[in-house]
């Protein structure tokens, strides 16, 4: 039997963003109160390594239908099948979210969204150009990468 305590399968710092690098697409749960499921929203997204950061374009919606989101406490999973690690590795990031446009981080973020490319996932119904988006960002407070582990059966 192969060990595979916590050590084998956490990705390391480099593997981890580098598999960020390679993917765009994730899930977005939003936090909601205690007896309510969390709101959970496929999104694509950038990362920048360097900053340690997310980037989302969130479409904008009534904040009745999904919120106010800045400040609001979420979890983002995003995995995938990666050849360069050798099997399905997946990241979890937990944090609050920040609009880019907030005065405070308003530079820091541009910075950030310079290298990143957040692709246009056509999942809204109505087309991309007729709706109003809004960047948000998120600087994980937990961060955490597994990777698969091959065991004898």
């Excluded at 009745?64 to 990031?93: C, H, M, N, P």
């Excluded at 937990?94 to 990143?116: F, H, N, R, Y």
């Amino acid at each position: 039997m192969v060990d595979t305590g916590p050590a084998e399968i956490q990705l390391s710092d480099s593997e981890r963003d580098a598999f960020l690098s390679r993917v765009d697409t994730g899930v977005l749960s939003l936090s909601t109160p205690t007896d309510t499921a969390p709101h959970s929203v496929p999104v694509s997204f950038g990362y920048n390594a360097a900053q340690t950061a997310f980037y989302f374009r969130i479409v904008d919606l009534p904040p009745e239908e999904k919120g106010e989101l800045d400040g609001r406490v979420v979890t983002f999973v995003t995995y995938g099948r990666d050849e360069a690690i050798g099997g399905y590795v997946s990241v979890v990031a937990q944090g609050s979210l920040e609009p880019t446009t907030d005065d405070e981080i308003a530079t820091e973020a541009l910075a950030g969204l310079e290298g990143v490319t957040i692709p246009f996932v056509d999942i809204f119904g109505d087309r991309p150009a007729d709706l109003s988006f809004s960047f948000y960002r998120l600087v994980p407070e937990t961060l955490t990468g597994r990777k698969e582990m091959k065991t004898e059966v």
